[in-house]
């Protein structure tokens, strides 16, 4: 892991986990997307190792360990199961939402049941009717006395039916309100009138997916998280982080699937020779194996840029657009290297379905674009 970035009690941590990742996570990376379970005992022991949000502050539970810290450990992580890699995203984004925007005596707790690995935090923020237009939400929360009462339905949330609580955003401005009409509140998975069901997901299947039902949830004012009605404008800002993460997971799928081909195209042999002596078969590899080290100084380079609380939106964005279409091209290719091998139910179409998904949630490449644009051209310019 030679970059510029990251020095040598960061690349102790990467091969610690890295070794931790090959023993324990690697084993079971068919068997959890087969059974679609997400394996708890693992996550507590990821809790146990530091591994979980080392970011946070030690007063919460964290290391106090920076951004690039969480890159590497989740780089690890995801090269032996992306799935299970989600445990590090949910727990490094909610976790800064929760430390940053939330009442200690309510979010303490959980961030030290996170950081642990004795707890899954959710973020529920899509709804039926819309992705990308996030700030247009209709599910309801009003507040009445000393509690919010929600009503309405999110779909299409990571680990909707495992979750042991949920970040919620809602609307408790009007319709017309937009994004500073939004409130963000801490739900407990098992609050009463919350209900949720489980989608059978092309790939990412042991985190799942899934919709959460509001019927007349209640949750103390103590939950709330930010502003009342700027609780989208205050929390989203944390997503430039993930973004960055995303990138790297994504990239670690690819890199290992690289990896794979090269010693296979090495040994494999046609017409006398081995595949690799072919350009065809060997010049793609190169190409990507390029590009993919490109993206993760990238996605290197926006953590850094968060440590030293500089501005990241523009570089994060260009992680999340370009990171998980280039590991999809990437593992394709790697995936044919190996022939109906590859095609086979296995570790390479495995990886190929679970990148996917990263090209579809948390933000499309066209809406990453258009950030980006934002940030070079200036708001006005773009016009969106």
């Not at 951004?67 to 780089?75: F, K």
């Not at 309510?106 to 709804?127: N, Y």
Request: negative net charge; charged residues 20%.
């Amino acid at each position: 892991m030679r970059s510029p970035y990251i020095d040598e009690t960061l690349q102790a941590l990467a091969e610690h986990a890295r070794r931790y990742a090959t023993q324990r996570v690697a084993p079971g990376f068919l068997e959890r997307d087969s059974t679609r379970v997400l394996d708890r005992a693992l996550m507590r022991e990821m809790g146990e190792m530091g591994f979980i949000a080392p970011e946070l502050p030690e007063a919460v539970g964290g290391q106090g360990m920076g951004t690039l810290a969480a890159g590497v450990i989740h780089e690890e992580i995801a090269r032996a199961d992306l799935s299970l890699s989600y445990i590090n995203l949910l727990a490094s984004l909610n976790g800064q939402i929760l430390s940053q925007y939330g009442q200690p005596e309510v979010t303490l707790p959980w961030l030290q049941k996170l950081t642990r690995g004795e707890a899954l935090v959710a973020i529920a923020l899509t709804e039926p009717q819309g992705g990308s237009d996030a700030a247009n939400l209709r599910l309801r929360v009003e507040r009445k006395g000393d509690e919010y009462v929600i009503n309405g339905e999110k779909t299409s949330i990571s680990a909707a039916d495992q979750a042991d609580a949920i970040i919620v955003f809602g609307r408790t401005g009007t319709p017309e309100s937009g994004a500073h009409g939004v409130t963000a509140l801490l739900v407990p998975g098992d609050a009463p009138g919350l209900t949720r069901s489980r989608f059978d997901c092309h790939g990412q299947r042991a985190i799942g997916r899934g919709s959460l039902f509001f019927d007349n949830v209640r949750v103390p004012v103590s939950h709330r998280l930010g502003d009342e009605n700027r609780g989208f404008v205050q929390v989203m800002q944390g997503f430039d982080f993930s973004r960055a993460l995303i990138g790297l997971q994504v990239l670690a799928v690819a890199s290992v699937a690289l990896e794979e081909s090269w010693t296979y195209v090495a040994q494999r042999e046609a017409f006398g020779k081995p595949l690799a002596s072919f350009q065809g078969v060997s010049h793609p590899l190169a190409d990507f194996e390029t590009q993919v080290q490109a993206a993760r100084l990238l996605c290197y380079q926006a953590l850094w840029l968060k440590d030293q609380g500089l501005p990241h939106g523009a570089e994060a964005a260009m992680c999340k657009w370009w990171a998980p279409k280039l590991a999809y091209d990437t593992i394709h290719q790697c995936l044919l290297s190996f022939g109906h091998g590859g095609y086979d139910r296995g570790p390479m179409e495995q990886r190929l379905r679970d990148v996917l998904g990263f090209q579809i949630g948390d933000g499309t490449a066209q809406i990453m674009k258009t950030i980006i644009a934002r940030t070079r051209a200036g708001r006005s310019a773009v016009g969106a």
